[in-house]
């Protein structure tokens, strides 16, 4: 299987068509998000570890690019460290950000077990995996 930029999929990125997993997860404006929010139009969905050094330069360069023009993505952030608040700050303009205790659980149901991970979410499946943000789609698919 291949992601979008024509890399081959490991496996620590779940495989498109792969079922959105129940989930229930607050953000840190205080927003729920559960499975239900991915049932309708793409988005996308980050996995991103604190520890990462891509996943850093990831969050940089989705601050200076936005992903498509779907709805504003979800990040996942995990991350207790000493950078959490700068790297949630980071994020909170461009993203929706989940950090919560359980981060590595959530990133392990969607099939993530590498990061970053940016996958393409819509109708309740995963459309596509990468850990290139360069992968996603510019614009909403038809």
Known sequence: ????????????L???GRA????????TSGDRITQADL????????????????????ITGLRERPVHEGPLPIAV?????PERDRLVGELEPVARVINQPDGERLA????????????????????????RL????????A
Not at 20 to 27: K, Q, R
């Open 20 to 27: 959105v997993p129940a989930f229930d997860a607050t953000t």
């Open 77 to 81: 952030l995990v991350s207790d460290g």
């Open 39 to 58: 049932d309708g139009p793409d988005v996308v969905v980050l996995f991103l570890m604190e520890s990462c050094a891509s996943c850093v330069s990831l």
């Open 108 to 131: 392990a149901d969607f099939g993530v077990h590498g990061f970053p991970a940016v996958l393409l979410v819509g109708a309740g499946v995963i459309r596509s995996a990468s850990h």
């Open 1 to 12: 299987m291949l992601d979008t930029s024509g890399m081959p999929l490991g496996p620590d």
């Open 134 to 141: 360069s992968a996603v789609p510019r614009e909403v698919p």
């Open 14 to 16: 779940p495989e498109p």
